[in-house]
């Protein structure tokens, strides 16, 4: 079936009924098909048509125009289709300092970039369902890495294909025509994973933005053919010593590749590798040390990582695997282009059950490397913004319970540093954490795992049904989703030997 709409507001709010089959919807208009989506729908015909929310698309650039709206698809769903000037609230529960899309699917951060004051965070959004499907880009901005706000969705599938992760920078060098103060966004223009893009391949493409990150502007043709397999994700960076840009790029199983470009448009093989375990989503970049000093870091998807030397045309790595993450949880983390710490935030593969959104990114962290009796190893704590948002409301110094009531929605921290360590526990809203040294174990709800033995120093932020662990001052990370999204509460810590305890709140 099919509906013509006379095109009089900004956004086309469509009806989504999430997880249920999925029909192809394709909008066009003067005969040229503009989009292509997979919706889920139920098969009423007739009458009312009910169903979770609308996902708004914005049409503003059609107004006055007629969109034909057409595919295997009820005339009730067709009927349920409006036009408004605003997109409509949802007032469903959401964690506080997490950020989560107000409703569908949302996996890895894309383009983090900080300029003029705003921290850009693009990420692979399907705002037609609550599971993967239709990759676009979101996005949303923050001025302290704490607080975000969802604006219209970057970027949409097209007849090449779906969009894909990608990275961000500015262009510092005045490259492509653009202004200096341009955005540059690179991205996997995924062909074939679409009926709009069948026979097409996976291949690397630009994007730019000249106000701000607010319109991403997609450049005609790649920049990077197909390579190899599903070769994706592609992460930009300038190399001052070898005065070159460099993109580091997934081909397939667990190998990478190292390009180089003088002018952002023309790429050229530098490195092949193959990393043990390793596969999608990397970065290649400095990392600080602590106490002075700098070291090259080769990260990908799952949180491992491979340090190495690198001059800008190849990464000389010994090979040994570090992990970052003790829980499966975190993933496809990215850092900030434009930042003067080093900055990540990881999407939290999240279930979210009973929500209409899925998939959580986690509180930024600054990564810093520890030189430990083991060697250098990652440390990762949240960024100054959010220490500086703490606000101490029970402190103990001994031995004993520390108690508080928290009487209006708040995200916690509680910090335990032991004089050695013992065992103690913690409950929050009703969900309990304890920890066992002589074991290594760690439970959080109904979760337990082995997060090291004899740690101290740790770290508990709860925010909703998010719970990040971290201890030994954050060289141990491990995030917990929990069944609760309770925000308020009793929350009480017990520790069985002599301890520092402080409980802050954070909105």
């Known amino acids: ?82 036009l408004s000037d605003t997109v409509p609230e949802n007032l469903q529960a959401h964690p506080l300092l997490h950020f989560t899309p107000r409703t569908g699917w949302m996996n890895d951060p894309n383009g983090l970039l900080y300029k003029d004051g705003i ?35 970057a970027l949409y599938p097209d007849g090449d294909g779906v969009m894909y992760s990608g990275s961000g920078i500015v262009n510092e060098q005045g490259l492509l025509g653009l202004p200096r103060d341009a955005c540059i966004y ?79 448009k023309n790429w050229k093989k530098s490195q092949v590798l193959t990393l043990k375990d390793s596969w999608e989503c990397p970065d290649l970049r400095r990392i600080p040390i602590e106490g002075g000093g700098e070291k090259w870091v080769f990260w990908c998807a799952d949180g491992y990582y491979f340090f190495g030397d690198f001059d800008g045309y190849e990464f000389k790595t010994d090979g040994v695997k570090q992990e970052a993450y003790r829980t499966k949880l975190p993933y496809a983390a990215q850092t900030f282009w434009g930042t003067e710490d080093v900055i990540t935030i990881p999407w939290l593969r999240t ?29 990762q704590n949240p960024v100054k913004e959010f220490r500086n948002a703490r606000i101490s409301v029970s402190a103990s110094q001994g031995e004993g319970k520390v108690f508080y009531m928290m009487q209006k929605a708040a995200v916690i921290e509680l910090s335990i540093h032991m004089q050695n360590p013992c065992d103690f526990s913690a409950n929050f809203y009703g969900t309990s954490i304890s920890y066992v040294p002589s074991c290594g174990k760690i439970n959080v709800g109904k979760d337990t795992i082995q997060i090291g033995k004899n740690l101290n120093d740790f770290s508990i932020i709860a925010d909703g049904e998010i719970v990040e662990v971290s201890a030994e001052n954050g060289l141990v990370f491990a995030v917990f989703e929990i069944e609760t999204d309770r925000k308020s509460g009793n929350v009480t810590v017990d520790v069985s030997g002599k301890a520092y305890v402080d409980i802050y709140r954070v909105e």
């Open 1 to 82: 079936m099919k509906r013509y709409i006379t095109i009089d507001k900004r956004y086309l709010l469509i009806p989504i009924c999430a997880q249920q089959e999925l029909k192809t919807v394709t909008l066009s208009c003067q005969g040229e098909k503009i989009y292509e989506f997979n919706i889920p729908m139920h098969e009423k015909e007739e009458g009312y048509y009910g169903f979770h929310y609308f996902a708004p698309i914005d049409v503003e650039k059609y107004i006055g125009n007629v969109l034909l709206i057409e595919g295997g698809i009820s005339g009730s769903f067709l009927d349920a289709l409006s």
């Open 119 to 153: 921290y850009h965070l693009y990420f692979q959004y399907n705002p037609f369902d609550t599971r993967w499907e239709n990759m676009c880009w979101g996005h949303a901005v923050s001025k302290d890495l704490l607080h975000w706000e969802q604006k219209e969705t």
């Open 186 to 264: 690179f991205y996997t223009c995924a062909g074939n994973k679409s009926k709009w893009s069948l026979g097409k391949t996976f291949n690397q493409r630009i994007a730019y933005s000249t106000d701000q990150g607010k319109t991403l502007t997609k450049m005609e043709g790649s920049v990077v053919k197909h390579i190899s397999g599903e070769n994706r994700d592609p992460k930009v960076y300038w190399h001052e010593e070898s005065r070159g840009y460099i993109m580091v790029l997934y081909l397939k199983d667990n190998e990478f590749m190292i390009l180089r470009s003088k002018d952002l």
């Open 351 to 379: 279930q979210n059950k009973g929500k209409l959104y899925t998939g959580v990114m986690g509180i930024p962290r600054m990564l810093t490397l520890a030189r430990t009796t083991e060697g250098l190893r990652l440390r």
